[in-house]
């Protein structure tokens, strides 16, 4: 078994996509500790071609490669969660890029019950200048306090990347493939049953986010389909929680709910 399985979904990718795997090829932890798993999701050439020739010259690293005619982040997500063979899951976006010291030291940090977060920097396509991104406040906030209670810093939980979970807290839960949007915090609130504290790497743990139009990030669609999504997001939230009510924690539920209608307004 590796130590990390790190899932990487991608859709039409350009060269950005070289840059995050050579950020993942270039870890300072050995090699064999860690695997990539490559979902290639409702696209297929000329990008197969060009994945398959990427792994080819890079063969110390074991790159599982597939490719899928089914489109979607969530589904491209859930396929490499179903093959996964390590003891944590990395999910990194195929447009971003971490520090060599990434894994190193989130593995070092981590637990079953405890998620190691790292560091993370914003920059926008095709500039070369890094400024924090809008959870970096809370990073400073929180990491001199050493381990705290999963629910203090749950900002850091709206999506799956810039950490490392252990494969017990996910289980056989799933990304929900309904939603195109919000769908990374429903996963964590899903999954935080599961989760009792967090922990903070120093700043040379680096998630590096890249914000470029195009992306998923950039595109929420119109107004009507903003609103019936925060409503339908909004519905699943309850669902989870009702259906195990002692399992979920309250405040946590209604961060959830605020942060969707503050999304849907702002």
Not at 97 to 117: C, D, G, H, Q, V
Not at 203 to 228: D, E, M, P, T
């Amino acid at each position: 078994m590796f130590y990390i399985s790190v899932i990487i979904p991608t859709y039409k990718p350009g060269d950005y996509l070289w840059t995050c795997l050579d950020s993942i090829f270039s870890q300072t932890l050995s090699k064999d500790k860690y695997e990539v798993i490559i979902v290639l999701n409702g696209c297929k050439e000329p990008f197969e071609n060009r994945i398959l020739k990427y792994i080819n010259e890079h063969r110390e690293l074991s790159i599982n490669f597939i490719q899928t005619d089914d489109g979607g982040v969530s589904n491209a997500r859930n396929i490499g969660l179903d093959v996964a063979r390590g003891e944590y899951i990395a999910f990194i976006d195929d447009d971003d890029f971490i520090s060599p010291s990434y894994f190193e030291e989130l593995y070092r940090l981590s637990n079953k019950t405890t998620l190691a977060l790292s560091y993370e920097l914003a920059f926008k396509d095709g500039e070369k200048n890094f400024y924090p991104y809008y959870i970096t406040n809370s990073y400073d906030k929180f990491s001199p306090k050493g381990i705290i209670p999963f629910y203090k810093a749950r900002r850091l939980f709206n999506g799956p990347v810039y950490k490392l979970i252990h494969r017990d807290v996910i289980g056989d839960r799933r990304f929900n493939c309904s939603f195109s949007n919000g769908e990374d915090s429903l996963f964590m609130f899903l999954i935080s049953d599961r989760c009792k504290d967090v922990i903070f790497s120093s700043k040379k743990a680096v998630y590096y986010r890249r914000f470029r139009k195009g992306s998923a990030i950039s595109n929420r669609g119109s107004k009507g389909k903003q609103f019936l999504n925060a409503f339908r997001l909004i519905s699943q939230y309850l669902i989870i929680y009702l259906r195990h009510p002692f399992h979920y924690r309250f405040q946590f539920l209604m961060s959830r709910v605020l942060g969707t209608l503050k999304t849907f307004f702002i």
